[in-house]
């Protein structure tokens, strides 16, 4: 059967969705893990499940308070940079995408009053991949891989 709502969305962009929506997912999994992580390296630090309830920004904003404070070096630091970057253009699109309804050629958010054009699927699929490899890249130096082995990010992802 297909979905009321799939007049509206080709066969295309119902995948284009579906692919945004686990990168989105892969990646805020795994920014919760790297935090996982270290707060389990920390003295007398125990795994925390409350850390993969925080937001992204809040996720965000722990590892910008990190490369602040110089805890996050180097390599880390200029991924937690993409990061900052990429997030920031990326959630406003990716929740008009998850929460909002098609309709017509735009995602409305009922929440936001606006809508967000159907035609940028592909742009915000490119900004979702973009932080997946910004994430796994912070992943493996997080467990102890050695930052000239890490690849290097694909190109960053252009209006």
Not at 36 to 45: D, E, F, I, K, S
Request: no cysteine.
């Amino acid at each position: 059967m297909e979905p009321f709502f799939a007049a509206w969305l080709s066969s295309d962009q119902l995948r284009t969705v579906g692919s945004i929506t686990v990168a989105w997912a892969w990646t805020d999994w795994t920014l919760g893990q790297i935090l996982v992580n270290l707060h389990r390296l920390a003295p007398g630090g125990e795994p925390n499940g409350r850390i993969h309830q925080l937001t992204l920004a809040n996720k965000v904003g722990i590892f910008k308070d990190a490369m602040k404070s110089g805890i996050a070096p180097g390599k880390m630091s200029t991924l937690i940079e993409e990061l900052v970057f990429i997030s920031d253009n990326f959630r406003f699109n990716r929740n008009h995408i998850v929460h909002g309804v098609p309709l017509g050629d735009a995602f409305w958010s009922q929440s936001k009053m606006e809508d967000l054009p159907i035609v940028d699927l592909d742009r915000n699929l490119e900004e979702a991949l973009y932080a997946s490899h910004v994430a796994g890249r912070m992943l493996l130096l997080s467990i102890g891989g050695e930052g000239d082995h890490i690849p290097a990010l694909p190109p960053r992802p252009t209006d």
